[in-house]
């Protein structure tokens, strides 16, 4: 296992966080290295999402750990989505805001799990939210385009 640099916004290689991942056809030793070294290097930084845009490899790859366990989801997908929620969003790519972002309270992602197996992944609330924005990264998207509000993340806390 080894950590990832961690593409940031207007850096070099920030395009890459602006272009859709591709589909991942073969789950081989390198999309499984590739989910490990995302968990060490998300679990690192204290961030509980990353995908892999983010560590410079263009594959629909995504870690999740809201404080639920960890999932490794391969090629997923939002199927389903219900209800609405307004919350603040961080993410690790765009290290200095912090935005409000409104988000489906309800989610259901159809995904592969590292073995190749199909599964359904229910989420509510911060896992609804983590799901939706990790997705989200693997077209291309940043929270920074869906917030109704943008603060300095200094500034936030200086609220807090």
């Known amino acids: 296992m080894a950590l990832r640099n961690i593409i940031?916004?207007?850096?070099?290689?920030?395009?890459t966080l602006r272009k859709k991942a591709k589909r991942v056809?073969?789950?081989?030793?390198?999309?499984?290295?590739?989910?490990?070294?995302?968990a060490e290097t998300m679990y690192s930084v204290d961030g509980v999402g990353l995908a892999a845009p983010q560590v410079g490899i263009l594959k629909r790859v995504v870690v999740i750990d809201v404080?639920?366990?960890?999932?490794?989801?391969?090629?997923?997908e939002?199927?389903?989505?219900?209800?609405?929620?307004?919350?603040?969003?961080?993410?690790?790519s765009?290290?200095?805001?912090?935005?409000?972002v409104k988000r489906?309270?309800?989610?259901?992602?159809?995904?592969?799990?590292?073995?190749?197996?199909?599964?359904?992944?229910?989420?509510?609330?911060?896992?609804a939210r983590a799901l939706?924005?990790?997705v989200d990264h693997l077209?291309?998207?940043?929270?920074?385009?869906?917030a109704i509000r943008l603060m300095d993340s200094e500034e936030q806390n200086e609220k807090d």
């Open 132 to 134: 939706c924005h990790e």
């Open 25 to 38: 056809d073969l789950i081989d030793k390198k999309i499984l290295a590739l989910l490990k070294d995302m």
């Open 78 to 92: 939002i199927v389903q989505e219900s209800g609405e929620q307004v919350g603040v969003e961080g993410c690790l």
């Open 104 to 127: 489906p309270q309800k989610v259901i992602v159809e995904a592969l799990n590292p073995q190749g197996e199909k599964i359904r992944v229910e989420g509510e609330g911060i896992l």
């Open 94 to 100: 765009v290290p200095r805001l912090i935005g409000e």
């Open 139 to 146: 077209e291309g998207i940043l929270f920074t385009d869906k």
């Open 67 to 76: 404080g639920e366990g960890l999932l490794e989801l391969i090629n997923p």
């Open 8 to 15: 940031k916004d207007g850096e070099k290689g920030s395009e």
